[in-house]
């Protein structure tokens, strides 16, 4: 049975990245422009993963939805600091997302990929398995990229408490990670339900800063 979680969650974050795509080319800040470039690797991910769904796995399109998986909330961390931090703390990380994620392209397309297993499942049915455990990398990404965002979001709110936008951007960092943590850890059937809340929260708390933005400049 085909699963429209992959549909739903490359549905909205298209459409925020196209809403960040706009708020970048107003405001030019530096966040705006990483995030943007994040939730289209997410979009292309998530449309990949319910493509594999409708006519199956190929070894390019295996490849390049392994490799999309991590750097986006890397990405995602990146824009956080650039956003919070003082120091240049974006930009060192931004460099070690870089680094890290040319090994990774370079070891995911390099390898050999388990075709036996595509007919197993879906991407969610699937997740690593196909790759050797020496291509594995994506936890040097999402992992501290989560941790980032998720902290970020709450020292949001510990500096200002009517920023409650800040919580919701925290929730959907949580609900990402812990997608990416049980579909390597335990099962990953349920990766994309994570992922697709996860995305929607983001969201949700994307649109919220907008308003809290528009109404301070009222003042």
């Known amino acids: 049975m085909v699963s429209y979680f992959p549909l739903i969650s490359s549905s909205i974050s298209v459409v925020f990245a196209i809403l960040l795509a706009a ?45 999309l998986t991590a750097p986006p909330v890397a990405l995602m961390g990146v824009g956080t600091l650039y956003l919070l931090a003082h120091k240049p703390w974006g930009k060192y990380f931004l460099a070690y997302t870089l680094i890290i994620s040319a090994v990774f392209f370079a070891v995911v397309f390099t390898v050999q990929v388990d075709t036996a297993l595509f007919t197993q499942g879906t991407p969610s ?10 291509a594995r990398l994506s936890p040097l990404l999402s992992i501290p990229g989560g ?24 929730l959907g960092g949580i609900f990402n990670f812990l997608g990416g943590v049980i579909s390597r850890l335990l099962d990953p059937t349920y990766l994309f339900v994570f992922t697709t809340v996860g995305v929607l929260l983001l969201f949700l708390g994307f649109l919220l800063s907008n308003e809290y933005v528009k109404k301070r400049e009222k003042k």
């Open 23 to 67: 708020q970048y080319l107003r405001r030019r800040r530096k966040h705006q422009l990483v995030w943007t470039v994040a939730l289209f690797m997410f979009f292309l991910t998530s449309l990949l993963a319910f493509l594999s769904e409708l006519m199956g796995w190929s070894v390019i399109m295996y490849q390049f939805f392994y490799f």
């Open 125 to 134: 049915d699937i997740g690593s398995k196909a790759m050797p455990s020496n």
């Open 147 to 170: 941790l980032v965002l998720i902290g970020g979001g709450l020292y949001s709110f510990w500096l200002d408490r009517s920023r409650k936008y800040s919580l919701l951007i925290a």
